[in-house]
């Protein structure tokens, strides 16, 4: 709830701290006092349009602080504030901040954290509901009718599943993304069937193996090498090979050597030095026998070769791959072609499921509608009895319960919702903003408000001259009701009912005054004796009389 508002340099007000408290907060004071300036600070720190004519003449800026208290922060702010990421200890003040220059510019604050305005109003929803001449939210607002008879259905009966219809329509949207998507994957493989299995053929019969390339080229290397090297090859097989090769010499010397060798110990040193040079010629001729065979050109081999790694290659590029990926889009192919025939047969599966999703939703979300109905006919009794007392007995209020086409459902069922009013026998009902008077509006809101003993709403209500153009019995069921609705939260209500005031537990006077030509406007709360006094001149006028403090006296102890 509202704790404290502090307000610097707006229109009249120079300097202003507030404190409030729960219950109810009732506001007062002759016309033209400056309330209207007290809510337009407070909207601007809700995150109301900057405006620059709210700056004090003379001031560079302006600045409005509203700190809010609450025994455990509210989902619908904590989760606004977590996607902001904007840290709030538990347990502290929840202050939003603006300030607003001269010039136009403005910044906010949330915790002396900077956000956006957007951000303010985002949590000025929860924060604060204000109900005004001219308010087109909360109530007003058809968009939030729906949860309201939600809530007020949960209150009565345990029809009202709005969560079950909620996982229903989540089960069901996935059901059907699934379905969609595996059909939308059937048709385009469907579509690719015949490229598939011509490509598939191709690599088939081309039989590609990973590493392949890399075999065939380095076999192609080795020949074409071997072609270079053909002449070479040959006349060294010359030397070597035939009765008057070099290596025949040298044995038919070591044979004639040895039979002298004994003779004398250098012939010997010399037989053992040409039996290593053959040793040595024996290997060298072995080696290049080797060498021979390795690098042998098959001209007919070479060109299967180069066949193959022309085909290989080609294939790859056809497929934008590389060769040795070949293998591996095969076995993609031949799994694709599978998923043709296995998804039409999974299609059936998913159609099934989908289709039990969308009865189950459908059933929850009847079930829903029948429950939204029948609230609302209670919701309908409940606000017609409070309709006579609050001056409104001619009128007719009506919940709307109207089906909505099956493109329109959702995780909140298939039912629109909207509070609609008749403000005269026999007139046609329509929206409440559309047919209802300031006064009368102010007043249907009231009367809704009591009739759903609404929870999970804003903090702190706010009801802007709710009574206007009533008086005596409406203005003394108007204070009755706001009374009751403040038990258990915070309502402020700006009155110039005195049976009203009476109510409040709380009471500020708003008040205007002039030095000069300059001109403020000042907020206090009463004690005993200033509510008296102030209820006094609220019931008198300019001129406060005994008879009018006596009968001040009477309502403030009549409540």
């Known amino acids: 709830m509202l704790t404290r508002l502090s307000i610097r340099n707006v229109v009249l007000i120079e300097a202003l701290d507030l404190d409030f408290a729960g219950g109810l907060g009732v506001l007062t004071g002759e016309t033209g006092a400056g309330k209207s300036i007290l809510l337009d600070a407070l909207g601007l720190a809700l995150g109301a349009r900057a405006d620059s004519g709210l700056v004090r003449a003379g001031e560079d800026q302006a600045s409005v602080t509203a700190s809010f208290e609450f025994a455990a922060l509210p989902a619908g702010i904590s989760a606004i504030l977590s996607e902001a990421e904007v840290d709030v200890d538990p347990g502290e003040a929840l202050i939003v901040k603006r300030r607003v220059k001269a010039d136009g510019g403005s910044k906010a604050f949330v915790n002396d ?139 038919s010397a070591a044979r004639r050597l040895d039979r002298i060798a004994g003779e004398h110990p250098l012939l010997a040193d010399a037989l053992a030095a040409l039996d290593r040079a053959v040793i040595e010629a024996g290997e060298a001729e072995e080696k290049l026998e080797r060498a021979a065979e390795a690098l042998a050109h098959d001209p007919a081999a070479l060109d299967r070769i180069e066949t193959r790694l022309f085909d290989l290659r080609a294939a ?43 009865a189950a939703y459908r059933a929850g979300a009847e079930a829903l509608s029948a429950a939204r109905s029948a609230a609302a006919a209670r919701l309908d009794a409940a606000v017609a009895g409070e309709l006579a007392p609050l001056k409104l007995d001619a009128a007719q209020f009506r919940t709307a319960v109207t089906p909505l086409a099956e493109d329109r459902w959702g995780p909140s069922g298939m039912d629109a919702v909207e509070f609609l009013i008749s403000t005269n026998p026999g007139a046609p009902f329509a929206p409440l903003a559309k047919i209802a008077s300031g006064g009368e509006l102010s007043r249907f809101i009231l009367a809704l408000k009591v009739a759903l003993a609404e929870e999970g709403g804003a903090a702190t209500v706010i009801f802007d001259e709710i009574d206007r153009g009533v008086g005596g019995a409406v203005a003394s069921a108007i204070g009755e009701r706001l009374a009751r609705l403040a038990q258990d939260g915070q309502l402020l209500a700006v009155t110039h009912s005195p049976q009203v005031a009476a109510r409040g537990h709380r009471h500020y006077v708003i008040a205007k005054s002039s030095e000069g030509t300059v001109t403020r406007t ?31 006296d009477r309502l403030l102890e009549g409540v």
């Not at 709360?525 to 006596?550: C, F, K, P, Y």
Request: hydrophobic letters at 45%.
């Open 113 to 251: 954290q900077p956000v956006s305005a957007a951000l303010l109003r985002e949590l000025g929803a929860h924060l604060v509901e204000l109900h005004g001449q001219h308010d087109d939210r909360g109530l007003v607002n058809p968009r939030g009718h729906r949860l309201l008879l939600d809530r007020f259905a949960s209150q009565n009966q345990k029809g009202a599943d709005v969560a079950g219809v909620e996982a229903a329509w989540t089960e069901w949207r996935t059901a059907r993304e699934a379905l969609e998507a595996a059909r939308a994957g059937v048709e385009r493989a469907a579509a690719d069937r015949d490229l598939l299995l011509a490509h598939l053929a191709e690599l088939t019969a081309l039989e590609p193996a990973e590493g392949e390339e890399e075999q065939l080229a380095e076999a192609r290397a080795a020949m074409q090498k071997g072609e270079r090297l053909t002449d070479d090859l040959e006349a060294l097989r010359k030397l070597w090979a035939g009765s008057d090769s070099a290596l025949a010499t040298l044995r």
């Open 316 to 358: 790859a590029r056809k497929h934008q791959c590389q060769v040795d990926d070949l293998p591996r889009l095969m076995r993609e192919m031949r799994a694709s072609l599978d998923a043709i025939e296995g998804g039409e047969a999974g299609l059936a599966a998913l159609e099934a499921a989908e289709q039990a999703a969308g």
């Open 522 to 552: 000042s907020v206090h709360q009463l004690d005993g004796a200033g509510r008296q006094e102030e209820i006094a001149r609220m019931l008198s006028g300019a001129e406060i009389t005994a008879e009018a403090r006596a009968q001040a």
